[in-house]
C-alpha cells in the first residue's frame, strides 16, 4: 500500500517523525503536570465519544494511552486535513465526492473526539502538503485506500497496547475505517477489481495490523506532513 | 429489482417461521455448559488441533497453549458460534442462491472468510470449541432481497457482536486475532451495504453490542434451531452442507 502513495510524491521523510516526536514530546512535559491539571479535562472529551475512566482516572497506563491517542490524532489530522482539501477542491468527482465528504466528516468527528478526550495533552496539528493527490481523481483513490487501510492496520496495532477502557474508544473508530476503505476500494474497483482478490473491499481473511514505527515510515514516505 | 426499496427489510429480520424461540438460549448455555465443564476436567488447554487456527491468527504460544482464561475462552466460543452462523449462511446461499455479478463475487468472498474465521476460532479452542449448531434460513439463502438485507444485518451485528467483547478480552494474543476478524466484519458490512445503496459508513463511530443483545438479536432471527452441540453428540449437524428448503 505504500507503494501507491509514494508515486509521483516527493520524498520528505522524517517529516512524521519529527511531528510524532513532537508530540511524544508534548507528553512527556505535560505528563508532570497531570496531578495539577488532572481529570478534568479528559472529562469532556470522555463524555463526548462515550467514556475514558480509566484514563480520566490517571491508572498507571494512561501514560501511554496519551502516547498512542496522539499518534492516532496525528493519523487522523492527516486523513481529515486530506478530504477538507479534496472537497475544497471539488475536481474528483461524482462517487468519489460524495465519499469524501461524508468520510471528511467522519474523520473530523475523530479528530474533535481524540482532542477533546487529550484535552491539553493533545498534540498540534501539523502542516499538509498532498500535492495533487487531492485533486486527480485516480491518486486520490489510490491515496484514500493507502490512508485508510493504514488506518485500520495502525488502530489495530494499538489495540493491545491500550487500556480496556480506551481500547473500547478506538474499537468504535477503527471498524469506520473499515468501512471507509471497503467503501473506497468498492468505488475503484468496480466491476470486477480487475480480477485480483487483493483489489476487492475485503482484501484478507484477516486484517493485517502495523507497528508505530512501520506506521510512521510509510506515512513518512507519502512526504504529506510537512512539520 | 429496486435495491432502495428491498433495504426496508433490513431492521426487520424476525422471520414468521416456525417457533424456536429459546434454541439460541440453549445454544448459549450448551456453549458455557460444555465450555464450563471441560474447564474443570482438563488443566492443559488447547491441544494438538491448535496448530492449524492458531497458525492462521498468528498467534503464538501466548494464545494457543498457556493457560487460557476462562472468561476469553467463553469470548471465543461466542465469537465461533457467530462465524458458524455467518458461514453456514454465505455457504448454503452459495448453493441456493441465484445470484450473478459482484453479489455473487460478494458471497463466494465473504463465504470463504467466514469459513477460514471458523477454522481459526476452532483451531485456537482446539478441544474446547463448541460444535457447530443446526440452522435454518428459512429462505434467506435463496431470495436474493432477503439474502441483501439478512447479510446486511449478520455483518453489522458482528462488527457490534466483536467491538462489545474486545475490551473483555484478556489475553493480548486473543486480543490481536479478534481486533484483526472485526475490521473484516467492518468490509464486509460496508460492502454489502454499498451493494444494497444503503450508506456504507453510516455513522462517525460504530457502537459495541453486549452478547446478551446479539444473542437476543440472533434470537428472533431464529435461524439457530438446535443447540451446539456438547462434544459428546454423534450426531452431524448440518446448514452449511444440507440447505433447508424453507422459503
Known amino acids: 500500500m505504500t507503494d501507491v502513495i509514494t508515486v509521483d510524491l516527493v520524498d520528505r521523510e522524517g517529516g512524521v517523525r519529527e511531528a510524532l516526536d513532537e508530540g511524544r514530546g508534548a507528553t512527556r512535559a505535560q505528563l508532570f503536570r497531570r496531578a495539577i491539571v488532572g481529570g478534568g479535562t479528559f472529562f469532556a472529551g470522555g463524555m463526548l465519544i462515550g467514556g475514558l475512566p480509566k484514563l480520566a482516572l490517571g491508572a498507571p497506563s494512561a501514560s501511554q494511552d496519551v502516547e498512542i491517542l496522539n499518534f492516532a490524532l496525528l493519523l487522523e489530522y492527516l486523513e481529515s486535513e486530506f478530504y477538507i482539501e479534496a472537497v475544497s477542491k471539488n475536481t474528483i468527482g461524482g462517487e468519489t465526492l460524495a465519499f469524501a465528504k461524508v468520510v471528511r466528516d467522519h474523520e473530523n468527528a475523530h479528530v474533535a473526539a481524540l482532542k477533546s478526550a487529550l484535552g491539553s495533552k493533545a498534540r498540534s496539528k501539523p502542516q499538509f502538503d498532498f500535492k495533487d493527490t487531492t485533486s486527480d481523481p485516480d491518486k486520490f483513490r489510490a491515496?484514500?485506500?493507502?490512508?485508510?487501510?493504514?488506518?485500520?492496520?495502525?488502530?489495530?496495532?494499538?489495540?493491545?497496547?491500550?487500556?480496556?477502557?480506551?481500547?473500547?474508544?478506538?474499537?468504535?473508530?477503527?471498524?469506520?475505517?473499515?468501512?471507509?476503505?471497503?467503501?473506497?476500494?468498492?468505488?475503484?474497483?468496480?466491476?470486477?477489481?480487475?480480477?485480483?482478490?487483493?483489489?476487492?473491499?475485503?482484501?484478507?481473511?484477516?486484517?493485517?495490523?502495523?507497528?508505530?514505527?512501520?506506521v510512521e515510515d510509510a506515512v513518512g514516505k507519502t512526504g504529506f506532513i510537512k512539520g | 429489482m429496486s435495491i432502495h426499496q428491498e433495504n426496508t427489510h433490513v431492521s426487520h429480520l424476525t422471520l414468521d417461521a416456525v417457533d424456536s424461540d429459546g434454541a439460541i438460549r440453549e445454544s448459549l448455555d450448551a456453549v458455557q455448559g460444555d465450555t464450563r465443564a471441560r474447564f474443570l476436567a482438563k488443566a492443559g488447554l488447547f491441544g494438538g488441533g491448535a496448530f492449524g487456527g492458531a497458525a492462521l491468527l498468528g498467534l503464538t504460544a501466548e494464545g494457543a497453549s498457556a493457560a487460557t482464561a476462562k472468561s476469553d475462552v467463553a469470548i471465543l466460543n461466542f465469537a465461533l458460534t457467530l462465524e458458524y452462523l455467518e458461514a453456514a449462511f454465505y455457504t448454503e446461499a452459495e448453493q441456493m442462491l441465484d445470484s450473478s455479478g459482484e453479489l455473487a463475487l460478494f458471497n463466494k468472498v465473504v463465504a470463504a472468510h467466514e469459513r477460514a474465521h471458523v477454522s481459526a476460532l476452532k483451531g485456537v479452542l482446539g478441544r474446547k470449541a463448541v460444535k457447530k449448531p443446526k440452522f435454518n434460513f428459512h429462505g434467506t439463502t435463496e431470495s436474493e432481497a432477503k439474502f441483501r438485507a439478512t447479510a446486511q444485518v449478520l455483518e453489522d451485528t458482528g462488527v457490534k457482536a466483536y467491538k462489545g467483547q474486545a475490551p473483555l478480552i484478556k489475553s493480548n494474543a486473543i486480543l490481536e486475532a479478534a481486533l484483526a476478524i472485526h475490521a473484516v466484519e467492518a468490509r464486509h458490512a460496508s460492502w454489502i451495504r454499498d451493494l444494497n445503496g444503503a450508506p456504507p459508513a453510516p455513522t462517525a463511530f460504530d457502537k459495541p453490542l453486549s452478547k446478551s443483545a446479539v444473542l437476543a438479536a440472533v434470537a428472533k432471527t431464529k435461524f439457530i434451531v438446535s443447540p451446539a452441540k456438547k462434544k459428546t453428540a454423534r450426531r452431524r449437524t448440518t446448514g452449511a452442507t444440507s440447505p433447508n428448503f424453507t422459503g
Open chain 1, 143 to 214: 491515496t484514500s485506500i493507502a490512508l485508510e487501510d493504514t488506518g485500520v492496520a495502525a488502530y489495530n496495532g494499538q489495540g493491545p497496547r491500550l487500556t480496556k477502557a480506551t481500547l473500547a474508544v478506538a474499537a468504535t473508530i477503527v471498524s469506520v475505517e473499515a468501512r471507509h476503505a471497503a467503501w473506497i476500494r468498492r468505488i475503484t474497483g468496480k466491476p470486477g477489481y480487475g480480477g485480483a482478490a487483493a483489489n476487492y473491499p475485503a482484501p484478507a481473511v484477516l486484517d493485517p495490523s502495523l507497528t508505530k514505527a512501520q
